[in-house]
């Protein structure tokens, strides 16, 4: 039985030297389930869906609600964003941690080329993917296996949502864990392929019990 670790409260994650948080929902879970996403005892998550609620009995989190409540610890000064970083967003982030802001932008990539990509963090370096998962996740594991020293964020779109950049999903919404139809409204197609497959991957493993985890309380 696998173990994985959790937070319910986002500054929780500063009792780890080392970690990747990623965000426990839909997507995760059929990914993981797949066997796409795959990682050490670094790896930490926080409940975000409907569907981890299945695993953790805990509050749902929605990503712009953890960035809005993350406080970096005095000794970090350096924050890196991996992926898309907008001029709205960035300001935010500048405005609320008030340390030094280095965006890397990387091309449109595959699962594939992200094996490619060599990225070096400091140690007073914290740094946030803004892909999708499990792109974000894939990019966490290759970073970790670069660099001694890592604390990895994977927040998706949940940056841009917390920075206003894009609209926050109406509460009737959100006090049901039903974000996602919310997120339908942009880049529909892509969005909807990937919550079929992800849907019927995550049932699948549930109905023939191979969705063998087990969650611990960091």
Known sequence: MKTIRYIDKPNNIFKKE??????????????????????????????DGIFSKLFIVSKKIPGSQLINQLKLKNSINELIVVGNLGKISKNY???????????IKIPLIDEKSIQNLSIRLKKKSICLITLPTPKQELLAQKISEQ????????????????????????????SMGLEFIWRLRT?????????IKTFINFNFKIIFKSANLKFKKL
């Open 93 to 103: 982030l500048k405005k609320k941690f008030k340390i030094k802001i280095i965006h």
């Open 187 to 195: 880049d529909t197609f892509r969005r909807i392929l990937r919550l």
């Open 18 to 47: 080392k970690f990747i948080l990623s965000a426990l929902n839909l997507a995760f879970l059929s990914y993981y389930f797949d066997k796409k996403i795959e990682f050490s005892h670094n790896l930490v998550v926080w409940p």
């Open 147 to 174: 660099n001694k020293f890592f604390k990895i964020i994977c927040i998706g779109g949940g940056l841009d949502i917390a920075s206003g950049f894009i609209q926050e999903c109406p509460k009737f919404l959100k």
